[in-house]
């Protein structure tokens, strides 16, 4: 296998769908997190105010300033450029695809050695 993908006619199979069993660890912990983290904050923000939710959409700006709200924005704004990425990676590679034609990044420019002065 070559990459994390297999080519399969024109499907592609991720590695964690080809071999699932490999990634076992890896669901156990990402239903951990979301059981342990994810679940009871929420629950805790929307039991504290949740009927003041029903007329706000967004629950950080009912939260008082802090630099703990602060830090919450920014790393759901890292959430949110991460999680875009990856869905738009799939896109991406489809359209290549589609229309045949691969880009490449540029490359760097690369400054040939100069050669040292004899002494």
């Not at 991720?14 to 490999?22: G, K, L, N, S, V």
Request: aromatic share 12%; hydrophobic share 45%; net charge positive.
């Amino acid at each position: 296998m070559q990459g994390c993908s297999e080519s399969i006619g024109r499907l592609e199979v991720m590695h964690a769908m080809w071999r699932p069993q490999e990634f076992k660890a890896v669901y156990l912990m990402a239903t951990a997190y979301v059981l342990t983290l994810t679940l009871p904050s929420a629950a805790s923000v929307y039991w504290a105010i949740g009927d003041e939710l029903l007329t706000h959409s967004n629950a950080l700006s009912l939260l008082p300033r802090t630099p703990f709200r602060d830090a919450a924005v920014v790393l759901m704004l890292f959430h949110h450029f991460i999680t875009f990425g990856f869905a738009c990676t799939p896109l991406y590679f489809g359209w290549e695809k589609l229309i045949g034609l691969h880009v490449r990044l540029p490359q760097p420019l690369q400054v040939p050695a100069t050669p040292s002065p004899r002494r």
